[in-house]
Each structure stands twice: as structure tokens, then as C-alpha cells.
């Protein structure tokens, strides 16, 4: 009894102080943050912001005092159970303290790494996540391998045989994962990407390991999930083409059949208009590249002679604008090779079917 009360005593008298100064630190906490703050804005450095804004000084404080804790409890308490119990939760406060500091530690990083050229296009939100994930892990392993007493790699061993339950549990969320550090990873996906999926159709404003944040054009936001875009039908990304500059423009002109001739040579008014599109897009200042002007199969609309061709702009407003202007000036242009545009009632030849349907 008595060699309990010594222990009690020996601890009280260890633990009082530092929970003395403990709160002594809490009341002084506002001025040194305040003097924290006004040091890290006189640097250029986003990234020491961020850490005193996450609080690296409280978490590097408490790591401090667990680490004294788990020295001093063993050294000072002569009852083996006692020092023993309270160590293993001294251990557990360290455990707990170093991934809060590894967790801060990580945002500064993001800070850091948005600083730098290759953030725009190699975003690594996904691999913090992911380290956050492993850090928490780790922490949980270890604190309950101090409070049990048994060996880290005997605890995963004992989880092994339950792996299969919380494989089927959490199958989403892990396929999201591996899906999130495959795309990330190859950087299929990237913030700032135009990219199509499902019923989603503009811009990426932030990529996660859950799901891809999507800017629509209508300014409407979608969250996709990234096992989504590794299955079904996929997405489709336009990093590429606006990359080149340029906006695609795929077109078709319909031409009455009716007022296709040939003249003398055996050449006839469409083949010369549509040989006269290509040189006029190859020679128009709002074009870039011209792909190709074809002559589609005929159909109820008439003769559609197709255009592919990259615009000089990636403002979506002037894109149209051009588009449009330029369809104008093709169709009305019809006239000097003694064609005109067509659709369905005004074609004779498809009249009988466009009336039927």
C-alpha cells in the first residue's frame, strides 16, 4: 500500500507540473500565434503559413511533453503495473501526436508543391491523400500494439483473416483509391483538363482520391467518381487539342442534289466547291489547321460535303463566333457555283420519303 501511494505520489508529482505548465502555455497560446503569424507573413514562403495555421506549434508542444512522459513514467514509478499502464498510453500520445505533425507537415507540402511550374500539370493532392491514409494506418497500428502489447506485424497477421470482409466492405472505396493513383499517376486527368463523362462536360477544378471535380460549361459543378472513369465507356479529354491552340470545328454543308451539274470537262459545281472550301479554310486567319473537307454518303438532307478543322482560338465564345461566320459565308457562297444549301422538303428526290416519316 504504501509502495502504491509512493508511486501515486512520484507520478502526481511529475504530471502536475506539466499540466501546470500545460495551461500556463494555453493562456500564452493567443500572443505566440499572434507573434508566429506575424513572422512567417514577413517571408515569401506559402508553405510556414500554412504549418502555423494547422497548428505546428500546439502539435510539436504536445509530441514534446508525451515524449517526457514515456521517458519519465518508467523511471519514477517503482509499481511495475502502474508504469507500465501508464507508459503504453504515453506511448499512444506520442503515436498520436507524430501523425498530427506528419498530417501538418503534409499540407505544407501541398504549399510548397503549389509554388512550383509542374503543380499545374502533375497535381499530387491524390499522393497526400494517400500518405494521410498510410499515416493514420500506421498510427492506429501502433497504438493498439502499445496498449495490447502484442507485435505490429501479430496485428496485421490477426487482420489478414478478416481481409476478405473488409475487402467486400470497402471494395468502392478501394477501387476508387487504385483508380485515383492510376489516373493521377499516369496524368490521364489533371487540373484545368477539358474532359467529357457521362452527362459531366467541362472543366477540372480539383482532383481527389474519391472523385474528379468538374466545372461544366453551364457553370453547374459535377463530382465523378474516378472508378468511373476507369470503366464503362470511359471519358474523353480535350487536354490535347486545346494544347495545339485550337477549338475542333466538324461541320456539315447540305447541298440540294438537285442543282448538282457538269460542266464540258466532266467536272461538276460540287466537286469545284468543295475543292474551293479547302483553299478558302487554308487561307482564312481564324483557321489553323484544316484536317480534311469530305463528301459524305447521301441522305435525306441532301449531299453533306463535311469540314475538319481546328479554329485559332481556345475562348469558347469567339470559337462559336467563328464557327458560325465561317458556316455563313460557305453556305452563302453556294450561290457562285450554282449550288444551294438543302434540307429535306426542298430536296425533290427525297420528298416522297421526308413527307412518309
Avoid: C
Avoid at 69 to 76: R, S
Avoid at 170 to 193: E, H, T
Avoid at 216 to 228: I, T
Avoid at 231 to 257: C, E, W
Amino acid at each position: 500500500m504504501n509502495l502504491l501511494w509512493s508511486d501515486a505520489t512520484n507520478a502526481l508529482a511529475i504530471v502536475v507540473p506539466i499540466l501546470i505548465l500545460h495551461l500556463i502555455l494555453r493562456k500564452l497560446r493567443a500572443p505566440i500565434m499572434r507573434v508566429m503569424a506575424r513572422l512567417v507573413s514577413q517571408t515569401e514562403n506559402p508553405w510556414d503559413d500554412v504549418l502555423v495555421e494547422r497548428g505546428i506549434v500546439q502539435a510539436i508542444w504536445h509530441l514534446l511533453s508525451s515524449v517526457a512522459l514515456q521517458i519519465v513514467f518508467p523511471i519514477v514509478l517503482n509499481h511495475d503495473v502502474l508504469a507500465l499502464v501508464l507508459t503504453r498510453f504515453a506511448i499512444v500520445y506520442t503515436t498520436v501526436n507524430v501523425a498530427w505533425i506528419v498530417n501538418i507537415g503534409l499540407w505544407g507540402v501541398m504549399a510548397w508543391y503549389a509554388t512550383l511550374s509542374v503543380a499545374q500539370h502533375l497535381p499530387i493532392r491524390v499522393f497526400v491523400q494517400v500518405a494521410r491514409i498510410l499515416t493514420i494506418a500506421g498510427a492506429i497500428l501502433v497504438a493498439v500494439s502499445a496498449l495490447t502489447g502484442q507485435s505490429i506485424f501479430g496485428i496485421v497477421g490477426a487482420l489478414g483473416a478478416s481481409a476478405a470482409v473488409i475487402l467486400l466492405i470497402s471494395r468502392d472505396s478501394i477501387s476508387s483509391l487504385v483508380a485515383g493513383i492510376q489516373i493521377v499517376g499516369s496524368g490521364m486527368v489533371r487540373v484545368g483538363d477539358w474532359i467529357q463523362v457521362g452527362t459531366a462536360d467541362g472543366e477540372v477544378i480539383d482532383v481527389t482520391l474519391q472523385s474528379v471535380e468538374i466545372r461544366n460549361w453551364d457553370r453547374s459543378v459535377s463530382h465523378v467518381p474516378m472508378g468511373q472513369l476507369l470503366s464503362g465507356t470511359g471519358f474523353r479529354n480535350f487536354r490535347h487539342q486545346l494544347a495545339q491552340g485550337g477549338m475542333h470545328i466538324l461541320k456539315p454543308l447540305y447541298v440540294d442534289i438537285s442543282t448538282i451539274s457538269q460542266d464540258d470537262s466532266g467536272v461538276t459545281n460540287l466537286t469545284k466547291y468543295r475543292n474551293w472550301v479547302s483553299r478558302k479554310l487554308d487561307e482564312d486567319s481564324r483557321i489553323s489547321f484544316v484536317q480534311y473537307v469530305r463528301q459524305l454518303p447521301v441522305d435525306r438532307l441532301g449531299i453533306p460535303i463535311e469540314i475538319s478543322a481546328f479554329s485559332v482560338t481556345t475562348d469558347w465564345p469567339k470559337h462559336e463566333q467563328f464557327q458560325a461566320d465561317i458556316l455563313d459565308d460557305l453556305i452563302a457562297d453556294m450561290e457562285k457555283f450554282g449550288l444551294r444549301p438543302s434540307h429535306a422538303r426542298a430536296d425533290p428526290r427525297w420528298q416522297d420519303e421526308a413527307e412518309a416519316e
